[in-house]
């Protein structure tokens, strides 16, 4: 089996393509550094895609969440981007999390969660503050769904509240911000491949 791991990035701005956003580029930034780990990286912005509301693999029709989920269900890594938008995630975010919600109920033939072995992180911009709030919510939801967090699996950037600075506005990264980045993909990488070599062990 090959070391290499593969990460997909759920980008959750709310600004379709190719408009700039400072969540995809966080996400960038994260990629660089897994990519230091031996990881190959896939990013899906989600604003793109047709994605129904609800709770189901397939909500039929047009939705395009089962290819999303396909990609999901092949990575040893998520990454959600998300924005900060009057202190909450986006509602990108809660749409994904909640299309996720139904693998709480996808086993494998061992009985554990098909999601269980597999690594979320989570990266956040945001004018206001609330990062931290975002981050504890995404990171519980992903916990149900099967994810595992790492250490410092999380970084985060929020400019000054009312300011009209963004995150892709700045000339260079702040060192903080750099640092909680390169940990969390350090820690995510290293943490997958614990997981690949001793799976939880079974529900039955």
Not at 29 to 51: K, N, P, S, T
Not at 56 to 75: C, F, V, Y
Not at 172 to 197: C, D, F, I, K
Request: net charge negative.
């Amino acid at each position: 089996m090959t070391d290499t791991l593969k990460a997909l990035g759920l980008i959750c701005t709310l600004k379709p393509s190719p408009a700039p956003s400072s969540s995809v580029l966080m996400a960038e930034h994260v990629f660089e550094r897994l990519g230091e780990q031996d990881v190959e990286c896939e990013a899906v912005r989600c604003v793109d895609y047709d994605i129904a509301p609800g709770v189901e693999p397939d909500m039929g029709g047009t939705d395009q969440w089962p290819a999303i989920r396909s990609k999901l269900l092949d990575a040893d890594i998520l990454l959600i981007s998300t924005p900060v938008w009057l202190g909450h995630p986006s509602s990108i975010t809660q749409r994904v999390l909640e299309r996720l919600d139904a693998e709480l109920s996808n086993t494998d033939d061992a009985g554990r969660p098909v999601m269980a072995g597999r690594v979320g992180i989570v990266s956040v911009v945001g004018n206001e503050d609330g990062a931290h709030k975002v981050i504890a919510d995404v990171f519980q939801g992903l916990n149900d769904i099967g994810y595992t967090v790492p250490a410092q699996g999380s970084t985060y950037w929020n400019g000054r509240a009312m300011d009209s600075v963004d995150y892709n506005d700045l000339d260079e990264v702040p060192e903080p911000v750099a640092a909680a980045t390169a940990a969390a993909a350090r820690n995510a990488a290293h943490l997958a491949r614990q997981l690949r070599s001793a799976k939880y062990p079974a529900y039955q």
